[in-house]
Antibody, heavy 125, light 108 residues
Framework: QVTLRESGPALVKPTQTLTLTCTFS??????????VSWIRQPPGKGLEWLAL???????QYRRSLRTRLTISKDTSKNQVVLTMTDMDPVDTATYFC?????????????????WGQGTTVTVSS | DVQMTQSPSSLSASVGDRVTITCRAS??????LSWYQQKSGKAPKRLIY???TLQSGVPSRFRGSGSGTEFTLTISSLQPEDVATYYC??????????FGPGTKVDLK
């Protein structure tokens, strides 16, 4: 069974750095076609993809947030970490991690097939 | 960057009605599109991938179609448990993943 679980602070102050951890089980990032994405959703708004990392350590970022985001992985711990610098109240959102797959033979992405429950982050002084 | 639009933004329908949601991409994205259902307070759930492939375990009343720039999600007979917001997601053009703005479906 594939599961993902997000963890991190519920409250951060403006200008601080947010660090979120996604702990997963039931699959390995070392398997071809496996990646993990981070997605966020501000209260009452839509979904916004943030970043992705695959087993080869290839990383992709949302263009508008590229300078503030860093995604990394610890394969031995089955964890993916997202850091976001210079937090602002507009970054208040529920943050999800999700397994993202790409299928043979071309390994085009299929989207996100399993999601974590999400963790809510509020940015306020 | 590819932009995604969805229509309508919201709809109300009766149990048993056929519901159609349209998603359009600003550039051709082949069939690199998936559909997600998000119920209130829950994480999204994938319904369809590769534009028309039904996710395992998803009821057959959900159907996806389209390719290129225009895609459709159809619920053949709306059920009370289908009340949710539905999102399309493109995973073809940089930035790699772009969600549509969502379509809220509720019961009349």
């Amino acid at each position: 069974q594939v599961t993902l679980r997000e963890s991190g602070p519920a409250l951060v102050k403006p200008t601080q750095t947010l660090t979120l951890t996604c702990t997963f089980s039931g699959f390995s990032l070392s398997t071809s076609g496996m990646s993990v994405s981070w997605i966020r959703q501000p209260p009452g708004k839509g979904l916004e993809w943030l970043a992705l990392i695959d087993g080869g350590d290839d990383k992709q970022y949302r263009r508008s947030l590229r300078t503030r985001l860093t995604i990394s992985k610890d394969t031995s711990k089955n964890q993916v970490v997202l850091t976001m610098t210079d937090m602002d109240p507009v970054d208040t959102a529920t943050y999800f991690c999700a397994r993202t797959t790409a299928s043979p033979p071309n390994y085009y992405y299929d989207g996100m097939d399993v999601w974590g429950q999400g963790t809510t982050v509020t940015v306020s002084s | 960057d590819v932009q995604m639009t969805q229509s309508p933004s919201s709809l109300s329908a009766s149990v048993g009605d056929r519901v159609t949601i349209t998603c359009r991409a600003s550039l051709g994205i082949r069939s690199d599109l998936s559909w997600y259902q998000q119920k209130s307070g829950k994480a999204p759930k994938r319904l369809i991938y590769a534009a028309s492939t039904l996710q395992s375990g998803v009821p057959s009343r959900f159907r996806g179609s389209g390719s290129g720039t225009e895609f459709t999600l159809t619920i053949s007979s709306l059920q009370p448990e289908d009340v949710a917001t539905y999102y399309c997601l493109q995973h073809n053009s940089y930035p790699i993943f772009t969600f549509g703005p969502g379509t809220k479906v509720d019961l009349k």
